[in-house]
């Protein structure tokens, strides 16, 4: 069955440092892949999506780029924010089989000031 | 335009107890959702509603969980009778609930569980 890796946490940055949260996927379809977002005290939140192979989603300067060659969505961003600690979800659905989102088990982020 | 609500925010009951949570999706939304966010682990599905009717129940625990949508609109979860297992974060989600189409799930702010 479809399932997401990701890498386990916490993981902790100074700010301005360069984040990389390393996802990977396993999927017998065509999945979409997502990356959700959860601020302390607040609900999931989409951050970013792509729908296909070598689409790049981007959102709040992260980005990911889905790689069908190395089944990959690693998340990055160049210049990390205090306000950027949460706890980050990798996760895929495909979307013409079913709706059913499949989540990775989270990465916390700590950015210190 | 209102996100998806939840209520309570918060509940402690003891084990053997029953429990009931509230969501209402966003206006139009055909597609709701239930997961159970157990510490530490992503979200679970337990239940996918489209409209009134029952699409995924496959991950629920039925001896003990049940949930309604009975207009289509908002929803209820419950757990009846408790266990000490069932501590976790219930998530509710909507989407537009075209099939085929690209969807995205919007999600409220969970109600935190604590079975003691």
């Known amino acids: 069955g479809n399932s997401v890796t990701q890498m386990e946490g916490p993981v902790t940055l100074s700010e301005e440092a360069f984040l990389t949260i390393n996802c990977t996927y396993t999927?017998?379809?065509?999945?979409?892949l997502f990356w959700y977002v959860q601020y302390p005290g607040e609900g999931l939140q989409l951050l970013l999506k792509?729908?296909?192979?070598?689409d790049k989603g981007s959102n709040k300067g992260f980005e990911a780029t889905y790689r069908k060659e190395t089944t990959s969505f690693h998340l990055e961003k160049g210049s990390v924010q205090v306000s950027d600690s949460a706890v980050y979800f990798c996760?895929?659905?495909?979307?013409?089989?079913?709706?059913?989102?499949?989540f990775g088990k989270g990465t916390r982020l700590h950015i210190l000031p | 335009e209102a996100g998806v609500a939840q209520s309570p925010r918060y509940k402690i009951i003891e084990k053997r107890q029953s429990v009931a949570f509230w969501c209402n999706p966003i206006?139009?939304?055909?597609?709701l959702y239930w997961y159970q966010q157990i510490l530490g682990q992503g979200p679970k599905l337990l239940i996918q509603?489209?409209?009134?009717?029952?699409?995924?129940d496959s991950q629920l625990p039925k001896d003990r969980f049940s949930a309604e949508r009975l207009k289509g609109v908002d929803s209820t979860l419950k757990i009846q009778p408790a266990k000490l297992e069932d501590s976790a974060v219930y998530l509710c989600?909507?989407?537009?609930?075209?099939?085929?189409?690209?969807?995205?799930?919007?999600f409220g702010p969970g109600t935190r569980l604590l079975v003691l």
């Open positions: 509603f489209q409209n009134n009717g029952v699409v995924d």
């Open positions: 989600a909507s989407s537009l609930g075209y099939r085929g189409r690209e969807e995205t799930q919007y």
């Open positions: 996760a895929l659905s495909d979307l013409r089989r079913d709706d059913k989102i499949i």
């Open positions: 792509a729908t296909k192979a070598d």
């Open positions: 999927a017998t379809g065509y999945p979409s």
């Open positions: 206006s139009g939304h055909a597609t």
